[in-house]
């Protein structure tokens, strides 16, 4: 099977990167059946936020007053005007 240089588009950058036909030997050694979908720059990006990344803290929560009856409550989402919060009482006896 004959490899031919590539272009693809990068998903992160949406620059146009070269799949190389080397790469693709090593792609095609490796079994990967995927072509890669970031260019190299946005790669190593990834590869050194890995280690660097901010950790994923608690979920916030947010107060809010059940509509139903008037009891606080806390819900993982920003509560809208649009849409009534309901506490976990409530919740549960309205199914
Ligand atoms: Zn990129
Ligand atoms: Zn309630």
């Known amino acids: 099977m004959a490899f031919e240089d590539k272009t693809l588009k990068c998903k992160d950058c949406g620059k146009d ?5 080397g790469e693709q030997q ?5 079994g990967f059946e995927n072509e890669p979908v970031r260019c190299k720059d ?8 890995r ?12 107060d ?17 005007n649009d849409r009534p919060i309901l506490c976990r009482d409530c919740f549960t006896s309205n199914r």
């Open 17 to 21: 990167f070269v799949f190389t036909t």
């Open 51 to 62: 280690d660097g990344g901010a950790p994923a803290g608690p979920r916030e929560m947010y």
């Open 42 to 49: 946005c790669r190593d990006v990834r590869k050194r936020g």
């Open 26 to 30: 090593f792609y095609a050694e490796k």
């Open 64 to 80: 809010a007053v059940c509509a139903q009856c008037g009891a606080e409550t806390q819900v993982p989402f920003k509560p809208r």
